[in-house]
């Protein structure tokens, strides 16, 4: 939603009144981080609730503003902007180029706003230490490289990267193939993919096929990852397939 006759994005929900303690959450309710945005905020909601019905946090009742960033980036370090001085606390944002330029603008050097979790949570968003954001929950970098040693001691050395292609998907691979080299291996395939790819990702599917890894550890958004998992099966490729955290196998139709 915009305000009428400006150009940027406005905050869904306006505070109303000091007795309430304001939570906020900018995400992506609309585009490709929908069914992540609207389940985190849902579960928040829940817990919410339940605070509030035993009372609240000393007496006051919390609530859920939320706003919704349609997954643009710009439109995300707006909206975060606008936050401040109107809400206590940010739950996580979805999307690594979202986060990602948000930090690039230096927009939590301005504000003092917390932002409890990142999701995605890369490495570069954790270090060096960034003012203002608290993880809960371990980093992309922690789960990869557990992954490699989980597939390594279970014997399985043959380990290929399926990632998005972008920045976040590049940072992945590379430290999947870090904690190879602890292990004295290599990468037997490193092969990208593109969200909007219109052959539904057949080349990728045909090479895994030509290098049968053991495993894919797949890289991307919950709905990439989906994709691709469904044209890698549909295409007959045997290899375990694994993902992080934040993959979703209901999405998977």
Not at 83 to 112: D, Q, R, Y
Not at 114 to 123: A, F, H, K, R
């Amino acid at each position: 939603e915009r305000a009428p006759g400006r150009g940027c994005p406005r905050v869904l929900g306006a505070p109303a009144g000091a007795q309430e303690i304001l939570i906020g959450h900018v995400a992506g309710y609309t585009g490709p981080a929908m069914k992540d945005s609207t389940e985190m905020g849902a579960g928040a909601k829940v817990l919410v609730a339940s605070i509030n019905a035993k009372g609240g946090v000393l007496g006051r009742k919390l609530r859920i503003v939320t706003a919704d960033d349609h997954f643009k980036p710009e439109e995300t370090a707006q909206l975060i902007a606008s936050m401040s001085g109107k809400v206590s606390a940010l739950l996580p944002t979805t999307g690594s180029a979202n986060l990602g330029l948000v930090l690039k603008n230096g927009v939590f050097e301005k504000i003092t706003l917390p932002l409890v979790g990142t999701i995605p949570s890369n490495e570069s968003f954790r270090t060096p230490l960034r003012k203002n954001i608290f993880h809960f929950r371990a980093g992309d970098q922690d789960q990869r490289a557990k992954l490699v040693v989980h597939l390594t001691n279970v014997g399985v050395k043959d380990i290929a990267v399926l990632a998005r292609n972008n920045p976040s998907g590049a940072e992945g691979a590379v430290i999947v193939q870090e904690a190879l080299q602890k292990r004295g291996l290599k990468l037997v395939v490193h092969a990208t993919y593109d969200v909007g790819a219109k052959d539904g990702w057949a080349p990728q599917a045909k090479l895994m096929n030509e290098k049968k890894p053991g495993a894919i550890i797949l890289l991307g958004t919950p709905q990439g990852i989906a994709d691709v998992t469904k044209a890698l099966k549909t295409g007959g490729v045997p290899s375990l397939l694994y993902a992080v955290s934040y993959a979703d196998f209901q999405l998977i139709k």
